[in-house]
């Protein structure tokens, strides 16, 4: 773990400066939420970063202790992520503010993402 060298005033100043930036609180929920993941799922799941963010981002998190990265050591390659206890115990802090977002979306500017419901699954026979 990065070990700063920083003295906060309080408690959100040392969260903020591990989450800060739009892509590492997207990278947690993301990671919160769905699970481990490789590379090219997170990229696609963090809509609208660029792999050299999404690379540099994750290298953050990793050196704060907020995501693990696992290396098969494989050809092509094969790398996962998920997160840690930290990371795990950040994401469950993070659920009342991605709460409040999403009732107050509208109020702020905003509008919620419209995701088509998925088709129900038929089982050939």
Not at 17 to 34: D, N
Not at 79 to 95: D, K, M, P, W
Request: aromatic residues 6%.
């Amino acid at each position: 773990m990065r070990k700063r060298r920083k003295t906060y005033s309080c408690g959100l100043e040392a969260a903020l400066a591990v989450t800060g930036g739009r892509w590492k609180s997207l990278i947690l929920w993301v990671l919160s939420h769905q699970g481990t993941k490789r590379f090219g799922e997170l990229r696609r799941a963090a809509t609208g970063i660029s792999e050299k963010m999404l690379i540099q981002e994750l290298k953050e998190l990793e050196l704060d202790g907020i995501v693990a990265r696992k290396d098969f050591k494989q050809v092509p390659p094969r790398v996962e992520y998920s997160l840690t206890a930290l990371g795990i115990e950040l994401g469950e802090a993070t659920q009342p503010l991605c709460d409040w977002g999403t009732k107050n979306i509208e109020r702020i500017g905003g509008q919620p993402l419209q995701v088509e419901p998925a088709p129900p699954h038929r089982l050939e026979l």
